[in-house]
């Protein structure tokens, strides 16, 4: 019997290889990964709700007192979905619109 795939199934495949082989790729070259790097400051960052209403009071209020230039939007983190092709790109995007409030925060708790 001959199965069609979705377009969409077959670019989410395609896209977990990539990631698997970048992912291996830096093991191998003993290297960090950005990606797992971003996952892992977006996980610590939405670890709690006091944690979450801390990153975007810091947005407002360095929005206010004009820290960000220009203004960084009132966003929140996005976490990648294995199942969702696009979402890997959509959170490094995310994660670099939002990157001044993350290092401001880093900066403060460490």
């Known amino acids: 019997m001959l199965l069609i795939r979705c377009f969409a199934h077959i670019v989410n495949i395609a896209m977990q290889h990539v990631l698997a082989y970048i992912t291996e790729a830096y093991k191998w ?3 960090e990964n950005p990606i797992a790097r ?3 400051q977006i996980a610590h960052l939405q670890a709690s709700n006091a944690q979450q209403t801390t990153f975007q009071n ?3 209020q360095g929005n206010d007192n004009g820290d960000f230039n220009p203004k960084v939007p009132e966003l929140k983190l996005l ?7 696009d979402s890997t790109f959509l959170m490094i995007e995310c994660f670099l619109t939002l990157w ?11």
């Not at 401001?104 to 460490?110: H, K, P, R």
């Open 29 to 31: 070259q003993k290297a």
């Open 38 to 40: 971003v996952q892992e």
């Open 58 to 60: 810091l947005i407002r």
């Open 79 to 85: 976490q990648d979905m294995p199942v969702q092709w």
């Open 100 to 110: 001044p409030v993350c290092h401001s925060i880093v900066s403060i708790y460490g």
